[in-house]
């Protein structure tokens, strides 16, 4: 069924794809993790944040992934902005939300006792709340890991030179080669999956307190 | 013990409320914010324990809080040993403030011996004395540090995580401790015994306290002071808990005491309180013959058998000591509630209803009989102290209850 020989023919093209995938992802999620961290810090601080940085993510979630892209290519050409930009919005509907609620979760009773001892401002933030955020915030770059690997895929259509695995795939939907297509999709799913449980383990390894594994709540 | 080993031990602060004020703005009032106080003025002497009791929204927990300034009065002064607070630098001020609140707060992240170190590293103490210090601090509120030392507060029951927050409270020695119904979320029984270890431990500190709680019998029992706070953060009666059960100044403070104040008044006074009043005792192999004699001399018609070392094994009717033989343990019925000297008489009274017996024996440290109670020794003594109004009505109503049961 798989053309084998083709597979074999095309194995430097497949490591080289890879790693371009796990590039663009890689770059999205820290510039999107940053973006949300800051953001996520302030909304926690000033409550009246929140509200309107979660609704804007909230609409770039529902305009279609192709949409998107394409609405970039006009301002900033088939350059890996174009690619990024849109990559990056997707990763803040989930991370934003993930560190607010992150930072909203840690007990109000945990926060008094905290003043009461004499913690500044700063101290708190950075030796109470951000440790005890930490889980969901973990949680919220897992999810996000998983849907970037995912969208990575769509920026082939911005040309030869970006969509790392999805390369493959859309160059196999146009040629109808199932073994091109497959070449694109496995990889990308193992992608996905190793992310996952990567994440996974960071958070259970950075919080031996918690005996329960929070989930996450975004998505 | 411990405790003594910290240099600074014993030290303890002056607190003076005077003329604080706290009035919220009508939409701080809707979102239920607690409830304002107004023109608060009492002085809590240094080393001593004073209750804040009231109903909800009577404004004890704002005053609290208003001392270690998580909320700031409005108008008003207190003063710490004479120094306004407001004048101090608030992080400073709140470290030498020990802080124990009813959800504890511990930090969940953080293991049980650094949850009690916090205050030191806030202070900059060097690692190995914060070590020693948590381990000294958990020894004293009866948690073992080897055990509980690298424990997560997740892993702790509720009544040893409010131990960790008294350990806490107290790690850098502060001279004040302020306490928002730090007994409140546990059960029955174990606020009992956190209560009596909670007094034990006072006796050797000497904190100035100020303890906040909505039961009055928490507050006559924990309180060398009682202030009794009413709706509108009104100061309706200050002063030691006897006086205010004896004497309550308003239709209030009587209502909220409650009508069995007079048996309340049971909690405030302990067994070493009363007469002592020694049985006839005999050993465990003793003839029986001379016990005899001295059993049917004593109105108590029962003999207490001790071991070897004067520790009740239990009682002997006096109609089975018969003319001659030995008195073995096997001849001895059940054994009555054990009591000490601060056994307080409530307690004593509702062991004795309890167990359905007519005597508690009262023993030492070491578990040597010291003499017994009775139920009838215990009304005896509400009727000396009660004044002649109370009095007749508490006695009856001790009586009827006795009887009942």
Not at chain 2, 352 to 376: K, S
Request: some cysteine; charged content about 20%.
């Amino acid at each position: 069924m798989l053309d084998w020989g083709w597979i074999g023919d095309h194995l430097p093209q497949l490591a080289f794809r890879t790693a371009q995938h796990l590039e663009l992802a890689a770059i999205a999620l820290a510039i999107g993790f940053a973006i949300s961290f800051a953001i996520g810090v302030a909304a926690a601080r000033w409550r009246v944040l929140y509200p309107p940085s979660a609704a804007i993510a909230g609409i770039v979630f529902t305009i279609p992934s192709l949409a998107l892209f394409a609405a970039f290519v006009p301002a900033t050409g088939l350059s890996i902005l174009t690619a990024e930009i849109p990559l990056v919005l997707y990763t803040l509907v989930i991370l934003l939300r993930n560190v607010v609620a992150g930072f909203d979760a840690v007990p109000a009773d945990v926060l008094e006792a905290a003043d009461a001892m004499g913690f500044t401002r700063g101290r708190r933030l950075l030796r109470i709340e951000l440790p005890l955020a930490v889980p969901l915030i973990v949680a919220g770059l897992r999810v996000a890991s998983v849907s970037t690997i995912g969208l990575v895929s769509i920026t082939a259509i911005l040309g030869d030179a970006l969509g790392g695995l999805g390369f493959f795939i859309y160059e196999g939907m146009t040629r109808f080669f199932a073994t091109e297509i497959a070449v694109g999709a496995v990889p990308t799913i193992v992608l996905a999956l190793v992310a996952d449980r990567l994440f996974l383990w960071l958070e259970r390894a950075i919080t031996p307190w918690s005996r329960r594994t929070r989930t996450a709540t975004a998505g | 013990m411990s405790a003594s080993a910290t240099p600074a031990a014993a030290r303890a602060a002056t607190v003076e409320f005077r003329h604080v004020t706290k009035s919220y703005d009508p939409a701080a009032l809707r979102r239920g914010a607690p409830g304002a106080v107004n023109d608060l003025s009492f002085t809590v002497p240094a080393g001593k324990i004073c209750v804040l009791v009231g109903p909800s929204g009577c404004g004890k927990t704002t005053s609290l809080k208003m001392i270690n300034r998580l909320i700031e009065p409005t108008s008003g002064q207190i003063l710490i040993d004479g120094v306004d607070a407001a004048s101090r630098n608030v992080t400073e001020l709140r470290r030498e403030i020990g802080y124990v609140i009813q959800q504890v707060g511990l930090f969940p992240h953080q293991s049980i011996g650094e949850n009690v170190a916090t205050v030191p590293r806030l202070l900059g103490w060097p690692r190995a004395r914060r070590r020693e210090r948590a381990d000294e601090l958990l020894a004293l509120v009866g948690l073992d540090p080897a055990t509980y030392r690298d424990r997560y507060p997740a892993q702790l029951s509720g009544g040893e995580r409010q131990r960790v927050g008294v350990a806490r409270a107290l790690a850098a020695d502060p001279p004040i401790m302020l306490m928002d119904e730090p007994f409140g979320a546990v059960d029955p029984i174990v606020r009992e015994r956190l209560q009596n270890e909670f007094l034990r431990l006072q006796e050797q500190l000497a904190k100035t306290i100020l303890f906040v709680t909505h039961d009055i019998d928490e507050a006559i029992k924990m309180g060398d002071l009682v202030a009794v706070m009413q709706a509108g953060g009104v100061l309706a009666q200050f002063g030691p808990p006897a006086g205010i059960l004896a004497d309550p100044a308003s239709d209030f403070v009587a209502r909220f005491v409650g009508t069995d104040r007079g048996l309340k008044r049971l909690s405030l006074a302990r067994v070493g309180d009363l007469p002592g009043r020694i049985p006839v005792t005999a050993r465990a192999g003793d003839r029986s013959g001379p016990a005899r004699a001295r059993i049917l001399a004593d109105p108590f018609p029962y003999l207490l058998l001790v071991d070897d070392g004067d520790r009740p094994i239990g009682w002997v009717d006096q109609d089975d000591v018969d003319g001659d033989g030995v008195l073995g343990p096997e001849q001895a019925i059940p054994m009555s509630p054990l009591l000490n000297r601060r056994t307080t008489l409530k307690d004593a009274l509702s062991l004795l209803l309890e167990a359905d017996v007519q005597a508690g024996i009262v023993v030492n440290r070491g578990g040597r009989v010291e003499g017994i109670v009775t139920a009838g020794m215990i009304l005896d003594w509400i009727r000396e102290q009660g004044r002649p109004a109370a009095d007749a009505a508490t006695a009856d109503e001790a009586a009827a209850a006795a009887a009942r049961a």
